[in-house]
């Protein structure tokens, strides 16, 4: 099949570099905002065309949670005009659409995992944005489905391993909130997951539209810098601390922990460990 990623410079995108060399019967478009806007619907759809693409997995997005508080318009265009452009050029072209949201879209008052029917309740306009991209495919005609995912990290880009690790190795403690509680997830066993779906050839959309997915397991940031430090073995003492004491611009959700039974189901994905994966991912840092 021929696959398009947009957003191949980010996190997930990136890993489709890695995942290309083992999907050698696929061929790979990797793409990023210089080569292909997603916003640009005469652009989209003319590359899709010229490309006889299949499947688009679309990773591109605005992410910056609190600048999107500044800067809402860009963040609109890129989350939400965006994926509006490619489910209309998907439908246009008969090709498949996976499109990546977020944890964000709810406001993390519940206490059980959230499942792919709860009621959406953004915080800020980073979470507004992903769920009004979501409508945008929801009420497209391409054959599309949504992957909500959560705490997103990789050996590409800029993340929260990335920035633990570094400030590890450049000070002797740290604080790390405690009390906002989800799940890492290591980009490549989301990219992995993506695959799979392609790979099962099923219909997509046939049963639902949205899916949950995160690594197995809960964490708090705490817990997670605690773990990022014991397995890069880098001698910085973690202290927890409560929200309230570490005030960013955007509210997180106190909880999002995803309910993950639905994709697992549909499409037999096998979810590593959080901190199986945290290992796998640190260990490919220092190689
Ligand atoms: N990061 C997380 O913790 C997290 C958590 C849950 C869900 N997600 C979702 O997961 C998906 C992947 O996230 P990620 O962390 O891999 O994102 P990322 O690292 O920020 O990568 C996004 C990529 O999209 C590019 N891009 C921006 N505007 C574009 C445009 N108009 N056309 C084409 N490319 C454009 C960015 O380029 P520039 O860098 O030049 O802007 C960047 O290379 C996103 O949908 C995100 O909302 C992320």
Avoid at 169 to 181: M, P, W
Avoid at 268 to 276: F, Q, V
Wanted: proline fraction near 3%; charged fraction near 25%; aromatic fraction near 10%.
């Amino acid at each position: 099949m021929n696959i398009l990623i947009t957003g191949a410079n980010g996190q997930l995108g990136s890993e489709f570099k890695e995942i290309q060399k083992k999907e050698k019967q696929h061929h790979f478009y990797l793409t990023d905002l210089e080569e292909l806007d997603i916003t640009n619907f005469i652009g989209v759809n003319k590359y899709i065309n010229e490309n006889d693409i299949d499947v688009i997995i679309n990773c591109a997005a605005y992410t910056a949670v609190d600048q999107a508080e500044d800067e809402p318009k860009i963040a609109q265009e890129i989350n939400v005009q965006g994926p509006e452009i490619l489910a209309k050029s998907a439908a246009k072209n008969a090709c498949k659409l996976i499109h990546i949201s977020t944890d964000y879209v709810f406001d993390g008052n519940k206490n059980t995992p959230y499942t792919e029917n709860d009621i959406v309740s953004p915080l800020g306009v980073y979470g507004s944005t992903k769920y009004r991209g979501e409508q945008m495919l929801i009420s497209s005609k391409a054959e599309a489905i949504v992957i909500r995912t959560s705490w997103l990290y990789s050996s590409y880009g800029n993340n929260f391993v990335k920035t633990m690790m570094r400030l590890g190795k450049e000070k002797e403690n740290l604080k790390v909130v405690y009390d906002q509680i989800g799940t890492p997830t290591y980009a490549y066993d989301l990219a992995l997951a993506i695959i799979s779906i392609i790979n099962s050839g099923k219909k997509l959309n046939r049963k639902r539209s949205i899916y949950h997915f995160s690594n197995h397991g809960v964490a708090s940031w705490y817990d997670f810098a605690f773990n990022i430090m014991e397995i890069a073995n880098i001698d910085c003492y973690i202290s927890p601390i409560e929200s309230k004491d570490f005030p960013t611009k955007t509210v997180r959700p106190f909880y999002s922990v995803l309910n993950k039974s639905n994709i697992i189901k549909d499409f037999d994905i096998k979810i590593p460990y959080w901190k199986d994966s945290l290992a796998v991912c640190i260990k490919r840092m220092k190689k």
